[in-house]
Nanobody
Framework: QVQLVESGGGLVQAGGSLRLSCAHS????????MGWYRQAPGKQRDMVATMTSGGSTNYAESVKGRFTISRDNAKNTMYLQMNSLKPEDTAVYYCYAHYFTGNDYWGQGTQVTVSS
C-alpha cells in the first residue's frame, strides 16, 4: 500500500523558515508528478508547488521566490523549503503523488502555523 507521510510542520514566527518532508513508501520513479497543496480553515485545497518526473516545477504566485520544491530519489522523499513565511501561509499542507499508472495518493497533512 502506497503511503505518503509528511513531517516538518509547526509554529513559526513571520519571516521564519520551515522545511516540510514527504516520505514516499515506494520508488520515486513510479511518480509522474508530485506536489504540495495546502488548505486553510474554511477554504479549498490549493496547489502550492508541483514537480514533474522530468524536474519541471510550478509554483503558486503567492509563494514564488519564497518556497522551493525538491526531491531526493535515493531517500524516496520530497521536500518543500519555505522561507520568509507569512501569516497567510498558515494551513494544513498535504503532499501529493500522481503515478504513471494514473493513481493519485495524498498524505495525511501537516499543520503549519505562522504567527504575526
Amino acid at each position: 500500500q502506497v503511503q505518503l507521510v509528511e513531517s516538518g510542520g509547526g509554529l513559526v514566527q513571520a519571516g521564519g523558515s520551515l522545511r516540510l518532508s514527504c516520505a514516499h513508501s515506494g520508488s520515486m520513479f513510479r511518480i509522474n508528478a508530485m506536489g504540495w497543496y495546502r488548505q486553510a480553515p474554511g477554504k479549498q485545497r490549493d496547489m502550492v508547488a508541483t514537480m514533474t518526473s522530468g524536474g519541471s516545477t510550478n509554483y503558486a504566485e503567492s509563494v514564488k521566490g519564497r518556497f522551493t520544491i525538491s526531491r531526493d530519489n535515493a531517500k524516496n522523499t520530497m521536500y518543500l523549503q519555505m522561507n520568509s513565511l507569512k501569516p497567510e501561509d498558515t494551513a494544513v499542507y498535504y503532499c501529493y503523488a500522481h503515478y504513471f499508472t494514473g493513481n493519485d495518493y495524498w498524505g495525511q497533512g501537516t499543520q503549519v502555523t505562522v504567527s504575526s
